[in-house]
């Protein structure tokens, strides 16, 4: 059951993401949460504080996707299968539900002006590398956390730029294509996934648009 805090943080994530920065104020949680005017001032005193706990919020909801993620990964698991969960994901992260990567754009600005945030994104970034090297090495990947988190900031920044840019630039630049930018990530951060990125044939049928 999600508890009042959890509450409104995750309204402090979607108005991020809907509204960016300057739309997240104690009002605007209180309003989209539905909860009674102050609520949200009485659990975080200043904007500040609201950025950090949606920060915090995030990094608890992306480790506990990752455990779930563990879980079901079968022992058998192989390079190629890794390499497929990549476009998944980045289709999952543009097209189908950005809510989530919006509000990490708005959390890493305000990161750069915000010790507080800055400290609590980066419990997030360390998660994820440090369990995306641990699914790699699962199938047989010898990766490191460096390289895994060498692979975030390459899908951070590829989406970004397809969740900013028109369609035709992205066709123009070669990122209309979610298949083939999730596999061509997945082997430019490891060395040792040359076969796992090789889909000879693929006519790009996943395209956005």
């Known amino acids: 059951m999600t508890s009042r805090r959890e509450l409104l943080c995750d309204t402090a994530i979607a108005i991020l993401a809907v509204e960016g920065g300057r739309g997240l104020t104690h009002r605007a949680i209180d ?6 005017q102050g609520t949200t001032k009485n659990y975080f005193k200043t904007r500040e504080a609201i950025l950090e706990a949606a920060a915090h919020r995030m990094t608890t909801l992306h ?50 002006r915000r010790p507080g945030v800055r400290q609590a994104l980066s419990g997030m970034v360390v998660a994820n590398a440090e369990a995306g090297a641990a699914l790699h090495q699962a199938a047989g990947v010898p990766s490191s956390v460096r390289d895994a988190g060498l692979l975030d900031a390459y899908f951070l920044g590829v989406a970004v730029s397809m969740l900013a840019l028109p369609l035709d630039t992205l066709r123009t630049i070669g990122l209309d294509d979610p298949y083939a930018l999730g596999v061509g990530l997945f082997a430019a951060a490891s060395a040792h996934t040359g076969e796992a990125g090789d889909r000879g044939g693929h006519e790009g049928d996943s395209r956005i648009g």
């Open 31 to 36: 309003r989209e949460a539905g909860v009674p």
């Open 63 to 112: 480790r506990a996707a990752v455990d779930r993620l563990r879980e079901t990964t079968p022992a058998d698991i192989s390079p190629t299968d890794v390499s497929e969960l990549y476009p998944a994901l980045l289709r999952r992260a543009v097209a189908d539900d950005p809510t989530q990567m919006l509000a990490m754009v708005e959390l890493y600005l305000e990161a750069v």
